[in-house]
Nanobody, 115 residues
Framework: QVQLVESGGGLVQPGGSLRLSCAAS????????RSWYRQAPGKQREFVAI???????KYADSVKGRFTISRDNAKNVVNLQMNSLKPEDTAVYSC?????????WGQGTQVTVSS
């Protein structure tokens, strides 16, 4: 089992920045990919960014150039640095871990971009 806990969400003005963190605990040695997803009100959950155990990253076109996913292996934390935020980035952001034993999700953290 893997437990994931997100932090760092909140309210920010358009053009501002936020940094989300996702801390993993439990059977973390089997994780081969960590990612972020988001779900806006009335919309389906969508992929945001992923980082593999090898360090490869990939982003959704909508966030490319604005968001950066990174990891701190010593702390088992994956971060999502979000810059130049737009109102359309408003959503509940959830982190995900893909492991040999299965897929795990955090509880989500709210990000609201509004003036």
């Amino acid at each position: 089992q893997v437990q994931l806990v997100e932090s760092g969400g909140g309210l920010v003005q358009p053009g501002g920045s936020l940094r989300l963190s996702c801390a993993a605990s439990g059977s973390i040695f089997n994780i081969y990919a960590r990612s972020w997803y988001r779900q806006a009100p009335g919309k389906q959950r969508e992929f945001v960014a992923i980082i593999t155990s090898g360090g490869t990253t990939k982003y959704a076109d909508s966030v490319k150039g604005r968001f950066t996913i990174s990891r701190d292996n010593a702390k088992n934390v994956v971060n999502l640095q979000m810059n130049s935020l737009k109102p359309e980035d408003t959503a509940v952001y959830s982190c995900r871990a893909d492991a040999q034993a299965g897929t795990y999700w955090g509880q989500g953290t709210q990000v609201t971009v509004s003036s």
